[in-house]
């Protein structure tokens, strides 16, 4: 079988880059192919040869290889964490109840409890929750799949569930367990990888690229906004925003193909929905 190689993915990059503006700028469009022209003269040239052949990983299997790293350097954090910052801080407080719902490291956590929740995050991944255990002692921490909440009806005030649900491929349940959870009245926070992300052929790639290795990666679905508002509906929840995040500039440049063809690159990515962040309610009785 032909390897998967970094040409493969630099190409799709540079034609997407085209693809996006072939209308307005002829010149550019000139420049894009030549790039394309060097590239398929050159494919068997480092850094095009490279052998990528990425693997994918369960769940389970993922998150514990990824749980020492996860936090960063994080270009998808660095992109969400000024969207749901503010949310949390309007929605934190003393006397608050608050979950972190497949919380992972427990960077949200960590948010809620200093901003004085009474803070709990769940998450299925062992690995992952020592590490959250480990930077936030103020908070409880507990091994549950979000699809199932291991927590009686109406508890929490404020709930988030971050870059989570894509790793369903139905986020129905898991949206309807966050209901039922929430007291009337409650808040929920969901951020989630944008569809436009598959365009881009992203998935949930970690441990970097090394010569001789392949790529390791966790599924993500992508949801379109139909589905979440069928999710939201069938929750009982209520839509009070959602936001269509774009790419960040980290994330931009942390794109592999950035490092050989960096306009390309940005003509691809720069502008596009990188995030979907949703606000919702529980209604009150």
Same mark, same amino acid.
């Given at each position: 079988m032909a390897d998967i190689l970094a040409a493969h993915y630099f190409a799709g990059v540079i034609g997407l880059s085209v693809l996006r503006r072939w209308y307005v700028d002829g010149d550019r469009n000139e420049v894009r192919l030549a790039e394309l022209r060097d590239l398929l003269d050159?494919?068997?040239?480092?850094?095009?040869?490279?052998?990528?052949?990425?693997?994918?990983?369960?769940?389970s299997n993922g998150y514990a290889e990824w749980s020492s790293t996860y936090d960063g350097p994080n270009p998808l954090i660095e992109t969400e964490n000024p969207v749901v910052f503010p949310l949390l801080e309007r929605l934190a407080g003393a006397g608050v109840t608050a979950l972190d719902a497949a919380?992972?490291?427990?960077?949200?956590?960590?948010?809620?409890? #200093? *901003?004085?929740?009474?803070?709990?995050?769940? /998450?299925?991944?062992?690995?992952? &929750? @020592?590490?959250?255990?480990?930077?936030? $002692?103020?908070?409880?921490?507990?091994?549950?799949?979000?699809? #199932? *909440?291991?927590?009686?009806?109406?508890?929490? /005030?404020?709930?988030?569930?971050? &870059? @989570?649900?894509?790793?369903?491929?139905? $986020?129905?349940?898991a949206v309807a367990e966050l209901g039922r959870v929430l007291r009337p009245g409650g808040a929920l926070v969901i951020t989630d990888p944008h569809p436009v992300g598959e365009l881009l052929?992203?998935?949930?790639?970690?441990?970097?690229?090394?010569?001789?290795?392949?790529?390791?990666?966790?599924r993500n679905h992508y949801h379109?906004?139909?589905?979440?508002?069928?999710?939201?509906?069938?929750?009982?929840?209520?839509?009070?925003?959602?936001?269509?995040?774009?790419?960040?500039?980290?994330?931009?440049?942390?794109?592999?193909?950035?490092?050989?063809?960096?306009?390309?690159?940005?003509?691809?990515?720069i502008g596009l929905p990188s995030l979907w962040v949703w606000h919702l309610t529980k209604p009150s009785r």
């Open positions: 050159r494919c068997d040239e480092f850094p095009h040869s490279l052998k990528l052949n990425p693997i994918e990983r369960d769940l919380c992972g490291t427990g960077r949200h956590a960590a948010t809620l409890a #200093s *901003l004085g929740c009474d803070t709990t995050g769940v /998450d299925a991944s062992a690995e992952m &929750l @020592a590490v959250a255990r480990e930077k936030v $002692p103020g908070a409880r921490f507990e091994h549950g799949d979000v699809e #199932s *909440l291991p927590f009686v009806d109406a508890v929490f /005030d404020v709930a988030i569930i971050s &870059l @989570a649900l894509c790793h369903l491929a139905d $986020p129905s349940r052929g992203g998935q949930a790639f970690y441990g970097g690229i090394s010569p001789g290795k392949p790529m390791t990666w966790v379109s906004a139909a589905t979440w508002l069928r999710a939201v509906r069938a929750a009982g929840l209520e839509v009070t925003g959602c936001e269509e995040v774009p790419f960040g500039e980290s994330q931009i440049a942390a794109a592999p193909a950035s490092l050989v063809y960096a306009e390309a690159t940005r003509d691809a990515m």
